[in-house]
């Protein structure tokens, strides 16, 4: 990329050190702000996506599903929740396709804009009250909206780190991106604890609106940011080449399909357990042990803080050992985890509790989503990384991370007992595993010239 070029796609941009180019990588200072712009985006982005997921164990069920019996509306919550994550792949598909095409940038800036747009319209919405089944309706629709744009951010925002990333320290700095998911789980979860306090007529009737309103402003923030940075030089190498693959996504299910299967593999434990514990125990939590939803807030407050270290810990991990040795681990002690975490929560002590949901969610999740922001990517070649890498994460996501809050309450509303969900999270655990077994190391694989 030229000077001139560099310089028309934004204020300030970052140049490769022509001493660095042979792998990518640029200066630790313009490394900085690649990582910085991720983060604070991806932050932003999954912010947006999860505070729905905490409105859903909470309210919805009662302002957007009145007329259901308690059971049934926190069924029908949790299906609109679901709806976000069948949209994802979509959005991989979609975002994958023009990122693979396009660029990594544009993707980035475009998906922001639709998550922020989403999440607005959805702290706008009238009530079953008020517009009786239009209602959910559009709770369902802007859902879709926001599954649509998380589906196309997260590739773009890792492969913007790793593709510029030392090729020693990509495991680490690929787990700073994967950082802005605890981190949107703490601000979305700290705005609802800070809403608690609130009368429960003014929490239902505009408190919970709160948050969803807040994204106007992160998303100027996020948007701000983003626009600094410029291409990558892997996609730009490929570019320049006319490597450009025409059908990315098609490539990914046809030609490699072993690899995209692995891909879905890796991911399916580690989304099943994070939204069990963010999502489910809060249903569970206030309602099968009727402990207050503030108790389940902070600890899953506790537990996504506990993340921001342990996360990037895992990702240099995978630096120095290799991605599969930390996978095949976390998928080991995630199915010993799924029949004693149960347990723990049922003591309804706070301490326990609190302790039990920060501990598990780093050794089930942090574990195997640090090393994730690399390993997943460097499975692919750079003509289709972004389609690869976001199909694989986003179907995986579909299947098991939107459904298990609402396959949970099924199970635990059919057998009467939390073993069937810990069977649950033993399987999962058990196709991680096997997927991590089947897939290569690609710690020291050079991804420039893949």
Not at 282 to 290: M, N, R, S
Not at 320 to 331: F, K, M, S
Not at 351 to 372: E, K, N, R, Y
Not at 382 to 388: A, D, E, K, L
Request: neutral net charge; hydrophobic residues 55%; proline residues 5%.
């Amino acid at each position: 990329m030229t000077a001139s070029s560099a310089d028309a796609i934004g204020p300030a941009p970052f140049r490769t050190s022509p001493a660095r180019e042979h792998d990518g990588s640029i200066d630790d200072r313009d490394m900085r702000r690649v990582v910085w712009a991720s983060v604070l985006g991806t932050a932003v982005e999954w912010y947006d996506f999860l505070i729905y997921g905490t409105a859903a164990a909470l309210v919805f069920n009662k302002i957007f599903f009145p007329t259901l019996d308690p059971l049934a509306g926190t069924l029908a919550a949790f299906g609109s929740y679901a709806v976000g994550f069948v949209a994802r792949p979509l959005g991989g598909v979609i975002f994958g396709h023009f990122g693979d095409r396009i660029g990594r940038k544009a993707m980035l800036t475009l998906t922001m804009l639709i998550m922020g747009i989403g999440t607005f319209l959805i702290g706008c919405l009238p009530t079953y009250a008020q517009i009786g089944l239009w209602a959910p309706a559009l709770l369902v629709a802007l859902r879709l909206l926001q599954g649509i744009g998380v589906g196309g951010e997260w590739g773009g925002a890792v492969l913007m780190v790793i593709e510029h990333a030392p090729a020693k320290r990509r495991g680490f700095y690929g787990s700073l991106v994967q950082v802005g998911f605890p981190a949107g789980i703490a601000a979305s979860t700290a705005t609802f604890i800070a809403l608690s306090s609130l009368p429960e007529a003014d929490f239902l009737s505009w408190g919970w609106r709160i948050p969803f309103l807040l994204s106007a402003l992160l998303i100027a923030v996020g948007l701000f940011v983003r626009l600094r940075l410029v291409e990558t030089p892997a996609f730009q190498r490929v570019k320049d080449e006319q490597a450009v693959a025409r059908l990315p996504f098609l490539e990914v299910l046809v030609g490699q399909p072993r690899t995209f299967f692995i891909a879905v593999g890796l991911k399916v434990s580690e989304v099943a357990w994070v939204y069990i514990l963010t999502v489910f125990s809060i249903a569970y939590v206030t309602g099968t042990l009727g402990l207050p939803k503030r108790l389940i807030l902070d600890a899953i407050l506790c537990a996504a803080l506990l993340e921001l270290v342990t996360m990037p810990f895992f990702g240099w991990l995978s630096d120095t050992v290799g991605r599969r040795p930390i996978y095949l681990a976390g998928a080991l002690i995630s199915g010993l985890c799924a029949f004693v975490v149960f347990g723990l929560l049922d003591t309804r002590d706070p301490t326990i509790i609190t302790v039990s949901i920060a501990i598990v969610m780093s050794l089930t999740h942090a574990s195997m989503f640090g090393p994730q922001g690399a390993f997943m990517p460097e499975l692919f070649g750079t003509r289709v990384r972004y389609s690869g890498a976001s199909l694989g994460c986003q179907v995986a996501a579909a299947l098991s991370g939107g459904f298990s809050p609402i396959l949970a309450s099924a199970l635990l509303a059919w057998t009467g007992t939390t073993l069937s969900i810990s069977f649950l999270l033993l399987g999962l655990a058990t196709i991680t595993f096997a997927a991590a077994w089947a897939a290569k190391e690609t710690r020291d694989l050079d991804i420039t010239r893949t």
